[in-house]
């Protein structure tokens, strides 16, 4: 169309001006991809970390467990729960586990820790908490009351590796428990906040000192692809068909890093909005001065018979052309950047601890939003700001436009 | 010998500003024949651009009516003025606002392009158009790299190549010296002689109303004097 072909060229009327707004909106596209694709990254990764690390991607525990967690809320035969999990689709491993609050003590040191009973082998193909291991190794696959303790637990005993620790806590059925066990692991500092408290042991170990025979407190599931928590979960709990379990997504259990991120990512989408009105006012500014400048122009094509929509359709076209220009380099330039950026990422000088998770660097991931949805909001403020422009060149009376020169 | 093209008819235009009123056109009577060649003269104010506005549909009457082709347009409106307007009637501006960024013959083509007509035919309509305004080889330049007078050809040859009923020019010499002028209304004359076609055009130039086969006179918004030469 004749239409197209004038739109098209009069973006090259005035270089400067048209290089100028479309730095605007390619910039703006390239910020938004590189944005996107950064919380993409960041918060896959981060998420990543965190379900690996030790949450998993759903948890199963007894009714009321998260709310309230008791060692009496057990579950019992795992093994026949992990049978029906691992007959389902997208599922990667689990792990049973078993928790209690326990007094710990060495020496003349005494403090409160978190017991975290763990099965080593199927541990290990679940979560990277063996890899957090810094000295010593960790807990044997047989029972042998070992624990694995935290770097800050272990400066507050004052134990080390070889060294023993006697912990007392509340047994299953009501006895006072008391054992002694040999620390042969400690993790490293990366462990954050959960670090100064957390002591894991065998399984069967915590289960013997508790009296709970062979019930634990929680399975945690990973998954071979995060994205598919929400659907397994319905499978899970299709599964297992028992109202008296919870089977809940990371989101749920750790509830309060899940809404720190969405509110983190709130805080994204502000920050594009703000860019996207300061784009749209740098368009509209530019689409104003050429409706000013040319009034004369679309004066004669109105009189040479152009229809007032074809007028309109000349303003958003030429709007569009130059938009659509902009968004092929901008978005170029932000699929080199997130690709750089998801191969080479950048280490932050002081690693960020966010959630108890700590984490060091930042990266990007070429997703398909963070290709299509600059593009969307950059196309789309650019045509809704040159509307009323549009509307007001299509109305221009010839006569007038004509004798203003 | 030939029909009524356009008739005006009792048209007057009174323009108010400010509470100011001026008659521009007062009663206004003159009709247009198929294949004539008139010129509008008179003293400047005399109401010659509001007239032919008037008869092209960009201005309408306070008063009065104008018939084009036997249809009323000072009652047409929007898009169906437009597209009337585009089927009927050829401009060429004082100034002559040939369309920047689209090179000689996109602009003759343009009008075509609007109404749709196929490349075939717009082709050869614009390579016999641009033989008879005398711009043949200039067809890929842009109209800044045109001399005025070239500049005139190109709008005249724009005007004409969709075959209108009607050619309205207002002072189409204005902007030139008088030899040049002298030779585009020499060539329009020819145009007219060779195709028929319609001219009507104002001017002030004596020069260029001695080429006039019909001389309108206005004066104060009246017709002076309405003769044919021979
Ligand atoms: N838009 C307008 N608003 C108010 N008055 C106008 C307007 N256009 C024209 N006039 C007045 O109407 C009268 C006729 O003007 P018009 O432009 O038709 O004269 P003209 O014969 O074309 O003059 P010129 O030879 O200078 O071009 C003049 O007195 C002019 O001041
Ligand atoms: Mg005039």
């Known amino acids: ?405 | 010998m030939h029909e009524d093209v356009l008739k005006v008819q009792d048209v007057s235009r009174i323009y108010s500003t400010d509470g100011l009123k001026v008659n521009a056109l007062r009663s206004v009577s003159l009709s247009i024949k198929g294949s004539e060649f008139t010129a509008i003269a008179g003293p400047s104010g005399s109401g010659k651009t509001t007239l032919l506005n008037i008869m092209s549909g960009l201005d309408t009457p306070t008063s009065g009516s104008v018939m084009l082709g036997g249809k009323p347009i000072n009652t047409m409106k929007g898009s169906e003025l437009s597209d009337f307007r585009r089927d009927h009637i050829g401009f060429i501006f004082q100034s002559y606002n040939l369309i920047p960024v689209l090179s000689v013959k996109e602009n003759i083509e343009y009008i075509m392009l609007l109404q749709g007509i196929g490349e075939g035919e717009r082709r050869t309509r614009v390579a016999s158009i641009l033989k008879q305004v005398g711009i043949e080889g200039m067809e890929d330049r842009l109209p800044r790299q045109l001399s005025g007078g070239q500049q005139q050809r190109v709008a005249v040859a724009r005007a004409m190549v969709s075959n209108p009923d009607i050619i309205l020019a207002d002072e189409p010499t204005a902007n030139l010296d008088s030899a040049t002028g002298a030779s585009l209304l020499d060539m329009m004359r020819e145009l007219n002689e060779a195709r028929g076609m319609t001219f009507v055009f104002s001017t002030h130039d004596t020069m260029i109303m001695d080429r006039a086969r019909r001389l309108v006179i206005l004066k104060d918004g009246k017709v002076a004097k309405d003769e044919v030469r021979k």
């Open chain 1, 1 to 405: 169309m004749v239409l197209i072909k004038i739109a098209f060229r009069n973006i090259f009327r005035h270089k400067k001006r048209s290089a100028l707004t479309g730095l605007m909106m390619g910039g703006g596209c390239f910020l938004f991809a590189v944005f996107i694709g950064m919380v993409d990254g960041t918060y896959g990764n981060l998420i990543d970390m965190f379900t690996r690390d030790h949450t998993g991607h759903i948890q199963i525990h007894k009714k009321g467990y998260l709310d309230k967690p008791s060692i009496y809320k057990t579950l019992n035969g795992p093994g026949s729960i992990g049978i029906k999990i691992d007959s389902l689709a997208h599922i990667q491993s689990w792990a049973p586990r078993v928790y209690t609050p326990a007094l710990a003590f060495a020496g003349k040191k005494t403090t409160g820790v978190k017991l975290t009973g763990i099965d080593p082998p199927k541990e290990e193909r679940t979560t990277r908490i063996r890899h957090k291991v810094d000295r010593g190794r960790f807990i044997s696959a047989t029972p042998l009351n070992e624990v694995v303790i935290g770097d800050g637990l272990a400066r507050v005993l004052k134990v080390d590796l070889g060294g023993e620790i006697a912990f007392i806590a509340q047994g299953a059925d009501g006895s006072i428990a008391n054992g002694l066990f040999t620390v042969v692991g400690i993790t490293g500092k990366s462990e954050g906040a959960i670090g100064s408290s957390t002591c894991y042991t065998h399984i069967n170990s915590l289960q013997e000192f508790l009296s709970l025979g062979g019930r634990v407190h929680e399975i945690a599931v990973v998954l071979m692809d995060e994205s598919k928590t929400i659907r397994v979960v319905d499978l899970i709990k299709k599964a297992l068909d028992d109202p008296l379990l919870e089977v809940e997504p990371w989101q749920v259990v750790e509830s309060q890093f899940y809404r720190a991120m969405q509110a983190d990512i709130k805080g994204n989408w502000y920050t594009i909005m703000v860019f996207t009105i300061i784009i749209a006012v740098g368009v509209l500014n530019t689409i104003l001065m050429i409706l000013l400048e040319r009034t004369r122009e679309f004066g004669v094509l109105k009189a040479l018979g152009t229809r007032p929509f074809q007028i309109f359709l000349l303003i958003v076209l030429e709007t569009a052309c130059l938009a659509v220009l902009s968004i092929i380099i901008g978005t170029a330039a932000g699929i080199f950047a997130n690709w750089m950026l998801s191969v080479y990422g950048i280490t932050y000088s002081i690693p960020i601890e966010y959630g108890g998770v700590v984490f060091d660097r930042l990266t990007a991931k070429i997703t398909l939003r963070s290709l299509v949805l600059p593009a969307l909001i950059i196309f789309s403020t650019a045509i809704l700001v040159s509307i009323l422009p549009a509307i007001r060149a299509a109305r221009i009376i010839p006569v007038k436009a004509m004798r203003s020169t």
